[in-house]
């Protein structure tokens, strides 16, 4: 896991009552997730500067339309934003998982 993804984890990995679990480098088919949410189907990838160079949009793009085809939601969250604000960004990951978990 790069550090981003640590800081996350460390915040996302603690558990709440009433709150659905998360899991961390998740396989699917041929793809790993960085962060998952299976109670809601809910993805959180965590983005570096390479998602933006070479075919590296194309072929996140492509990955995202095939992982929404099957009923997955993806969140993706720039590691500059986590490293900068962690708990911000692991409280509004939390608070939109349990919003969504709450209103099935």
Known sequence: MSPPEVMLW???????????????QYAYENYIFD??????????EIDSESH????????????DEFLKSRGFEIHRIWA???????????????????QKFNAK
């Open 80 to 98: 500059k934003d986590v490293l900068d604000k962690p708990d911000e960004i692991a409280n509004n990951i939390r608070n939109y998982a349990f």
């Open 35 to 44: 962060f998952y949410c299976p109670a809601i189907h809910l993805i959180i």
């Open 10 to 24: 460390l915040r996302l990995r603690k558990r709440h009552e009433g709150h659905p679990n998360w899991r961390r």
């Open 52 to 63: 933006i160079m070479g075919n590296n949009p194309e072929r996140d793009e492509k990955r």
